[in-house]
């Protein structure tokens, strides 16, 4: 320690003498310091000897051996009168004020200086209005004692103790009685006065959440009755508050700040949302098990939408409309979790941003942009959105695509639009089953934007997926797809459509095969058939069963055509004419090897 500025402890023994040569040793050589200008905070389990501390710094008990000093004074020593105005305290026992008033209380404060008379001077009257002022207590000044809250009388004792004008303000379990908005309040009171009065502001408390938060320098003293002193960081990185304050059910946990309960984390959860909310739901999860990650996957996903939430978990999605809806819910998955964990966990953030960024280097329909940060929100619809307005958005969409194909019909133009749509989805979904994890583009966190002569452009604000579809067996990754994509995207945009034009399902439906068809074909073509097997047996299988059978047959890898369907796009009505490969108006000795990409 450096400097005598404040108040240090050098060498100090604090106890109780219980007889005349007997003496009760409490804590035992104390060295540590605490600054003008600072709030320092003395913390500890109960029994730990604080108030002794306190009592001894403050004059009540004589020290045992070693020094107490207040810049370089050694206080023990100093005469009482003087020691009364360099020292002002405020213990934890309530004060009887009779019929005083919140100011006559306050005015107490000046008798370290007006001597045995009482009699208060101008200075004197000048000192106390500071003192008001500087606790801001102006507006209880009138009132009698009696009639305050505990916060309200907290706070005119502090200004009683301002009002000696003391260098040190030392305070014993300030907040013992009170609430925690009045706690709060009180220790930013203690803080700002530190400061602005340059004042050592000493205090002990069991809040210490709170402490950690707010003080300057920490005094720990730890189970063995030793004293460990520093920024509250400093304590909290090394260990020390943690090895106090830790039992067999809670943990301090360095990331929060806070307590975290122990023994029945049993799964890992990612969180999402404002900034102002991950934290609480971190907690809430906490609550009923779950650890929360920030990488690696995840038994369990929760994102904060609006004032509900989207919480995931074994490959299914649940919208949640409250706080107490989640409670529920994470209690109940976490009852119901195998000890071994689900086949599916949410895939880590880093595993979903390197498939976005290996399904774009494929080619333009298969890339997938994230965050809305950096995104100019003009011309960028929400997929729900057109879900769910009846066709009042897409009608126009679908009359913008039949000027550009250079045809009147309605039908054509919702068709190639379909088409090119299924396909836009599609590519990158089947993209990331190739590398092991299930893109879950929810409908509520896409939108799509026109891109004329382009791809049209797809954007998610916080992509995920589902890794382990390894671990699935028989069908279910295909069931899996189908939920993401033909559930969630597919069947909703057909229905959309069809109430623009009443187009043929089962033409609608074969343009969803092909455009399956087509991404598995550029996969096989740019990964290869052995990295593609298991995205060749995913859509193999969707092509079995409702609503995609009968739309087509799909022919073994290498084999051009890949895919001919039993329906046609309507493609060949449009101004530039033409069939694609996998048309069924074509023979197939006529097929095209290659044709015009179709797609607005």
Known sequence: MSGPDGLRLDALTVGYRTGRRRVAEVLTGLAAAAARGELTVLLGPNGAGKSTLLRTVAGLHPPLAGTVTLDGADLPRMPAARRARRLAVVLTERVDAGLLSARELIELGRHPHTGSG???????????????????AGHLAGRRVAELSDGERQRVLTARALAQQPSVLLLDEPGAFL???SRV???????????????????????????????DHVWLVDRHRRLRTGAPEQLVADGAVSAVFDTAELSFDPRSGGFALLGSATGTAHVHGPRATTPLLA??????????????PADVDVTAIG????????????????????????RDRHTRRPAEGWPL???????????????????????????????????????????????????????????????????????????GFAARLASPMLAGLARGVVLDLDPADVAVQSR??????????????WAGTERLHGAAPADLLGELLVDAHLAPMIA???????????????NAASALAGALRMLETNLGTAATRRVRIVVEQLLERPPLAGTGALAAPGVTPLFRRRSCCLYYRTAVGGHCADCALLPAARRPSRVADPHP
Do not use: M
């Open 118 to 136: 009482g009699t208060l001077r101008r200075g004197d009257h000048a000192a106390v209005g500071a003192a008001i002022a500087a606790a801001r």
């Open 345 to 419: 966990r949410r895939a880590a953030p880093s595993d979903v941003a390197d498939c976005l960024r290996a399904a774009a280097s494929i080619g333009a329909y298969f890339a997938v942009e994230s965050g809305w940060d950096d995104a100019d929100p003009a011309g960028w619809r929400p997929l729900d959105e057109l879900y769910r307005d009846g066709g009042k958005t897409l009608a126009g969409v679908v009359e913008t695509v039949g000027q550009r194909l250079g045809t009147d019909e309605l039908r054509v133009a919702v068709s190639v639009l379909q088409l």
């Open 185 to 215: 309040e009180l220790l930013g009171l203690l803080r700002r006065l530190a400061r602005e009065q340059n004042l050592c502001v000493l205090l002990s408390t069991h809040d210490l959440e709170l402490a950690l938060r707010l003080a």
């Open 496 to 510: 959309v459509l069809r109430r623009i034009s009443p187009v043929s399902e089962r033409l609608l439906w074969g």
């Open 179 to 181: 609430d925690a908005t």
């Open 452 to 465: 004329f002569g382009e791809a049209p452009g797809l954007r998610c604000g916080s992509p995920g997926g």
């Open 307 to 330: 004032s509900g939430f989207l919480a995931r978990a074994d490959g299914r999605t649940t919208r949640l409309p409250g706080w107490s809806d989640l409670a529920g819910w994470a």
């Open 283 to 296: 907690r809430a999860l906490s609550r009923h098990g779950w650890t929360v990650v920030t990488d690696g």
